[in-house]
Each structure stands twice: as C-alpha cells, then as structure tokens.
C-alpha cells in the first residue's frame, strides 16, 4: 500500500481508546460533540455513519468482524474505572503485561476470529462482490494488533497478554527493537504516573521483559499485515483492485511498554498516533504526506471518493485534496485541512480529561481545567520520544497552543460536563445493584488491592459523591 498508493505520515485519533475513536471516525464529528466519553458511551445505534449515507445513494454495503462504535459495550470493570477516576484513590485495574508464545513454527492463524472475519470478507468479494453492478463499500474490523484480554482465572490472572506463534515472532528484527527511556517515577508526570500505577507498570521490568513485549507486538502487527494482504489478494485475483479504493487504518496506537505504559490512553505518539494509507485509482503512488490528519476526516474521504456532497457540520476534512492525482497543485480549494488535530480523552486509566492539540512541529497536552494540572509541551522535531515537557520554558508558545486549542474546543466547560457525567452515572449504577453493590465493586478487576482495604476506597467514593462540583469554576473566563 505503501508503494502503490499513499501513506499519511502524521495521522492521529481522535480519542485513544475502542469506542470513542471509532464514534469519531464513523461520524465524522469530534468526541465532545457526540459525548463519546468512554468505552461504555459512544454513538446511538441508530446514528447516521458514512456507510448510511452511501447505502443510501446506491452503494450495496458490508460490515465485517470488529465495529464498536455504539453505546452499552464493554465491561462493568471498564465503565466504573472510567466513571470513578476522579475518585481519590490508586488501584492497579490491570495485570502486568507479559508475553505468550505458542512454539509452533507452522501456526499462522493466532487470532481465529480474525482470520475468520478476514475470510468471510474475501469470500463476501468473490461472491457478492463481483456479481453486482452497483458499487459496494466493505468494512473489516480486526481485533489485531489489541493484546489479549486478561485471563478471568489462574496465576496470570488479569494480566494483558502478547499472544504470537514462532511463525510470526521470526518475521521480527528483533536486534532492531530499541528499549524506550523512561522518566524515573518521581519524575512523571502526575497523570503519567497514575496511568502507569494503575495499568500495573510501576514495579520492575527487566530489558528482556519490555523486549518480548515489543517483539511480540510487531510479531502481531505481522499477522495483521497478512490478513491484508488476504483482501487485497482477493481483489487482486477478482481483477477489481484497479477499480477498488482501499484504505487501511487503527482506532489507536499502542504504547507498548513506552513512556512506562503499555495498551492506550495517552497522547504519547505510540498511543495517539495511528496508520493511516489510501490505495487505488485516482490515488497518488508511492507519496508520503506529512501534514497532520485525524480519524475524523475518514468520514468526507469516504463520501468525496463517492462524490456525496458533504454535511456542513463535520469536524473532519476529506483527504482527497492531499491524495488524489484529480486534485492539482494551482487549484485553490474550499475545505483545505487545517495545520492542526484535536485528540481528547475522557476515558478509565487517567485520572483527568485530556485534550491534545497537535500542530506541524508541537505536541500541545492540556488537562482537565486548564489550572488544577500542570500541561505538558513537546517539539516532536527535536524530541521524538516526548521526554521532556517544555511548558514552563517557552510560556509563549503554550500560552497561544492553549488559546488556540479554546479556540476549538472550549475544554474546561467540556470537562466539567464529564465529571458530572460520571457521577451521575455511578450513582444509576450503584441504584441498579442494590445491596449487592459492596460485593460486586470489591470484585471488579481491582480486586487485589481493594480487598486488603474495602471500607478505605468505599469511603473514598461516597466523599467523591457528596462533593458537588460548582458549575460556574469551570466556565472559561
């Protein structure tokens, strides 16, 4: 794909986690503005995504595997850790991340139900594909590169695991792999650090241990890749590659053990960032695109390559303009992409709303109020791997990243709406249980740590839940 078509260097989500990137990308509208909070609250199931519209004007269409997008998914563990993050409190909610290797050297298909959905996708071409004379848009959802969900039971209980065979271990380069830097603890970042506690990455890991880990994620990237393959193969072999537009994107990055951290949830460039390529006719070969794009502008691509007129309300901008060969350099455009991206997060895992502001050379962090926590600042020019916040050095620049980033999103009212969001959905939840709300919140995937304290961190929650938060101190001045 990368050869063939073209490759958006500095592509982002919009919200890193499952549910509210993929809400942004199949509405085509930032995180705040459909309230996509956390894994348990995205889009309405009746919502109008890109592939609705295009149905509508006569494309035949098909949904493969993964979707997440729409509200009620996940776990009760996921959605109470999201709610309670302002909570008073530090429980590690994960296990340690660690590796799993399966020694056969023949074991291709790892993920079965992936390799399923990628089947059902190649045989859905063949058959329905071919046989149409309306034009089809068809949608593959891959649980890889995500690692494993925690076992429920056994001595790795709630450990999140790295899962490959030897088949795809020895694809990777694995002297390449460099070990991250960290900070040292007491350096962190306060949310930085809350986010390693609380995903169980605080204690010691051995230069093996973060290497396997590393190599098992590309070792998975791997399989990925070959399940890609498998489509584009298909329509190659159909002879509907030279009419088909192919793109190939993640709703997150995946951090990996950098920056302490493994899974999401950040605005670290390992989290953030994600692959983002377009393929087929019309599309410019082998081009790199530097300027920064976001998972929102997937949503006027798909009805531009379709010539659908676009809504006027959507956050994203087709891609078109940067990667077609229709598009010519003395044309001026109307609805050229902005020097900038938004991410926000307002999920489990960090104890703050956090709104990233990315521009060609900066790495804009701002938290929560905009005062009660301290912002960050990178030049991703001069400090790729983001280990040293810049804020306090260069007020000036921060000061006019925070104005224009208020400029888009006014984020100290957005937070305060979270917050109240998450109260008010604790307190229905804990209504629903009843009685039995001590026995199911002490066994919820921070068991380990709640157990040896229970009366602490239920007291903790009913002080978070009398304090009322004043409306009026968070409006922006």
């Not at 956390?38 to 098909?62: A, C, H, I, S």
């Not at 605080?202 to 098992?216: D, L, P, S, V």
């Not at 303009?321 to 999920?347: A, R, T, V, Y």
């Not at 929560?368 to 790729?384: E, I, K, N, T």
Request: charged share 20%.
């Amino acid at each position: 794909m990368k050869a063939h078509g073209t490759s958006f260097l500095n592509a982002y989500t919009n919200s890193p986690i499952c549910c509210p990137s993929r809400a942004a990308m199949w509405s085509g509208l930032f995180t705040h503005l459909t309230e996509s909070w956390n894994n348990f609250k995205g889009l309405d199931p009746n919502y109008t995504t890109w592939m609705d519209v295009m149905e509508k004007y006569g494309y035949r269409t098909q949904k493969f595997g993964k979707l997440d997008y729409t509200s009620g998914h996940h776990s009760i563990s996921n959605r109470v850790e999201a709610w309670t993050r302002d909570v008073a409190f530090l429980l590690r909610q994960e296990g340690r991340p660690m590796v799993n290797l399966i020694p056969k050297k023949t074991k291709v298909r790892v993920m079965q139900r992936d390799w399923k959905n990628t089947d059902r996708a190649v045989n859905w071409l063949r058959k329905e594909g071919i046989n149409y004379t309306q034009p089809f848009v068809l949608y593959l959802g891959l649980n890889l590169p995500h690692p494993y969900p925690s076992p429920s039971s056994g001595e790795n209980f709630g450990s999140s695991t790295f899962h490959t065979s030897l088949y795809w271990l020895k694809k990777v380069s694995y002297d390449a792999i460099k070990i991250p830097k960290w900070s040292p603890l007491s350096e962190m970042h306060p949310i930085d650090y809350y986010s390693s506690y609380t995903k169980n990455c605080t204690g010691k890991f051995t230069e093996k241990e973060i290497k396997n880990i590393r190599a098992f994620y590309y070792a998975m990237c791997a399989e990925t890749d070959a399940m890609l393959g498998e489509v584009i193969l298909a329509l190659r072999q159909l002879d509907l590659l030279r009419k088909t537009i192919v793109i190939y994107a993640s709703d997150h990055g995946e951090l990996a053990m950098e920056h302490r951290q493994f899974y999401k949830m950040s605005m670290y460039e390992a989290s953030a960032h994600v692959p983002l390529l377009i393929m087929g006719p019309g599309i410019k070969a082998n081009l790199q695109v530097s300027n920064v794009v976001s998972l929102v502008d997937i949503y006027p691509t798909m009805l531009d390559i379709a010539g659908i007129p676009l809504p006027q309300n959507l956050s994203g901008y087709s891609l078109l303009p940067l990667s077609s060969e229709m598009f010519k350099k003395e044309q001026k455009f109307k609805n050229l992409h902005p020097p900038w991206i938004l991410s926000q997060f307002h999920g489990c895992n960090v104890n703050a709303s956090t709104y990233m502001l990315r521009t060609n050379q900066w790495k804009y962090i701002a938290y929560s109020d905009g005062a009660s926590v301290l912002p960050q600042l990178f030049d991703l020019s001069s400090d790729p791997d983001e280990l040293t916040n810049i804020a306090t050095k260069f007020p000036e620049v921060t000061y006019s990243l925070d104005q224009k980033l208020r400029s888009i999103i006014n984020y100290p009212k957005v937070s305060a709406s979270v917050h109240q969001y998450n109260k008010e959905e604790f307190i229905k939840w804990k209504q629903s249980i009843g009685e039995n709300y001590s026995n199911v919140i002490a066994n919820l995937r921070w068991h380990q740590d709640w157990l040896k304290e229970p009366r602490k961190y239920e007291s903790a929650i009913d002080l978070w839940l009398k304090a009322h938060s004043d409306p009026k101190k968070f409006e922006q001045k």
